[in-house]
């Protein structure tokens, strides 16, 4: 008995590969599919595809959106600029615009150019109540006896409601002469 289902076994085994290459046909209703899984996916590259167009596509409507508030977000502003002009070897400038009534300035940019006779040096800074801005001049060249120096400032330097600035000009006993541009906006206090 032992022999009869070794045999039988063996039968078995032998047949295997016959029946295992027969295919299988299932079909299923689209409302039921057979689950499947595809691996090893080869990528594709289709090239030269003309474009396609979709037409009749429905309208999407959306009610009941709720409302969306967003707190403490800047209103459009108005542009500041002031210009100050500094020469001689100390000075001080008559006060810019000043910061209207209920409103607060933030100063985004400071731009200055300014000369020296060759080997002197200048500082230049812009003074408020609310502090100072000491503009760090880069020597830019030297032109028939006189240097230039250049500096571009990035900011986000607030200003008080009434404050405003004025520019001051000190050197080391040469006359210089120079001009500050100041950019920034006027937003309402909130």
Not at 62 to 89: E, K
């Amino acid at each position: 008995m032992m022999r009869s289902a070794l045999s039988a076994a063996a039968a078995l085994l032998v047949s295997a590969p016959a029946w295992a290459q027969v295919p299988v046909v299932v079909t299923n209703p689209n409302t039921s599919p057979v689950p499947a899984s595809i691996v090893n996916v080869p990528s594709v590259r289709v090239a030269n595809m003309p474009s396609v167009n979709v037409a009749n596509i429905p309208s999407v409507n959306i009610n009941n959106v709720p409302s969306v508030f967003v707190a403490n977000q800047p209103s459009q502003g108005l542009f500041y600029n002031d210009v100050f002009f500094v020469s001689g070897v100390s000075f001080v400038s008559p006060p810019g615009r000043v910061v209207p009534a209920g409103m607060r300035r933030t100063i985004t940019t400071v731009s200055a150019q300014w000369t020296c006779p060759s080997g002197h040096r200048a500082s230049l800074l812009l003074h408020s109540d609310g502090g100072s801005i000491f503009l760090p001049g880069i020597f830019s060249y030297t032109n028939g006896g006189t240097d230039q120096y250049v500096v571009t400032l990035n900011l986000n330097a607030p200003q008080r409601e009434n404050g405003a600035f004025q520019a001051l000009l000190s050197t080391d006993g040469a006359a210089c002469q120079g001009e500050i541009d100041v950019l920034g906006l006027d937003l309402p206090l909130q």
